[in-house]
């Protein structure tokens, strides 16, 4: 009789709250809370299957795992494989079983951890995560719980015709697709990139993520035609890019893109305000490079060669070479990497300001996980693969990092 009472009142608030809520991201937070109550667990998350591609996203959650945004391919991984199986899975201690070391998501489990798939008799929508029960186990009766109200939660979300569109008015302006990058070392042949798939929009800050020597700088220079593909399909605004002539790779990289580089790379002979301008003449619809010089902030030092000015200083002048020629990417291969965190902080607050003013594309390669706070998304390399991908739904500003 007890379990009786439990399960209807987990039903009843279920569907009082389905009743009441029509905004996707809310229903799911509520569903989240009622779930735990129900269920005496300390931390659930659900994922949500995208419109525009093959991966489920998590967009809600309660716990002390950092996963919101932490993506997962379908069919991959236990997530993705309890999304197409259709079955609700018990998995005991994942961060101690080798089958599970890989996983995107396993920064989320717990000791205890059921998977549940949120689905109708006419499609699948996502997956309920829940850790650790307050009785060091899942009953008979919490499994009842959590697979009827994920029944209820995808019903709703079928009959108001939810979708979760991570990139929603979004733009696609670079697409690879398949992408292998091989070297010849002595008498074999290196692949550091092993198949890279990935989608860069308009408008987002994107920080790529990894070890060194997992092929992140590889893949920056082959986004920003410094270096050519060995395999694979790129394109640029739909239209096939994969082996450009060199006339169109100099046209490509002088109006498509920008550069911030870790070491500067400025002119030493030239002024803080004449390298923006060597830069500016050779570009096609060039902004003002002395308002460039003022949006950094250095307009004092216009008539400053690289010597005289500290390494904060030169990154800002960077930043405005990069922006002087309008372009529609930025690659920043870690910008902040030889500054100290106030100065560092400063260059991000300049690059936040990029991609909110100008919607410009930020493309930012660094090995600090704190600045991966402020994208609009975040990949990281592995092995030359892209082993996780995250959709930030609330990216922090530049002024509340810390590191």
């Given amino acids: 009789m007890a379990n009786d009472m439990r399960f209807i009142t987990a039903v009843w608030q279920i569907m009082d709250e389905l009743q009441k809520n029509d905004q996707l991201e809310s229903t799911l937070a509520a569903s989240v809370e009622i779930l735990l109550q129900n269920t005496g667990c300390t931390s659930g998350y659900i994922f949500m299957k995208g419109t525009e591609d093959d991966r489920l996203y998590m967009i809600a959650g309660k716990g002390s795992g950092d996963g919101l945004g932490i993506s997962v391919k379908a069919g991959e991984g236990p997530v993705g494989n309890v999304f197409q199986g259709k079955e609700c899975i018990l998995i005991e201690n994942a961060a101690e ?29 996502g997956v309920v995560m829940l850790n650790d029960p307050e009785d060091d186990d899942f009953t008979a009766e919490d499994i ?5 109200i994920c029944s209820l939660i995808a019903l709703d979300i079928e009959d108001k015709g939810m979708e ?25 042949v290196r692949r550091v990139l092993k198949g890279i798939d990935l989608d860069v929009y308009e408008g987002e800050l994107l920080v790529v993520l990894g070890e060194s020597g997992c092929g992140k700088s590889t893949m920056l220079n082959i986004i920003g035609g410094m270096d050519r593909a060995t395999q694979g399909q790129i394109l640029v605004e739909g239209k096939d890019f994969s082996s450009p002539s060199e006339n169109e790779l100099t046209k490509f990289r002088r109006d498509y893109i920008g550069f911030i580089f870790q070491s500067y790379n400025l002119m030493p002979n030239l002024t803080a305000l004449e390298n923006i301008e060597f830069i500016a003449e050779i570009s096609r619809h060039p902004l003002s490079s002395q308002e460039m010089l003022d949006m950094v902030d250095l307009s004092e030092k216009a008539d400053t060669y690289p010597s005289a000015m500290s390494g904060g200083q030169q990154q800002r002048v960077c930043i405005a070479r990069a922006i002087v020629k309008d372009p529609r990417i930025i690659l920043a291969d870690e910008p902040t990497a030889a500054l100290d965190f106030h100065t560092g902080q400063d260059v991000l607050k300049l690059i936040e300001r990029i991609v909110r003013d100008r919607k410009t594309t930020v493309i930012m390669v660094t090995h600090n996980i704190e600045i991966a706070k402020m994208a609009n998304r975040v990949i990281r390399l592995k092995d030359g693969m892209i082993s996780s991908m995250r959709v930030n739904l609330s990216p922090l500003h530049a002024e509340d990092l810390s590191w």
């Fill in 164 to 188: 979760f569109r991570p990139y929603k008015n979004k733009k696609q302006i670079v697409s690879l697709r398949g992408i292998i990058k091989e070297f010849m070392n002595g008498d074999e």
């Fill in 97 to 125: 079983d080798p089958e599970y070391q890989n996983a995107s998501e396993i920064e989320l489990f717990g000791k205890k951890t059921l998977l549940t798939p949120m689905r109708t008799p006419h499609g699948q929508f």
């Fill in 144 to 148: 009842r719980i959590a697979e009827n």
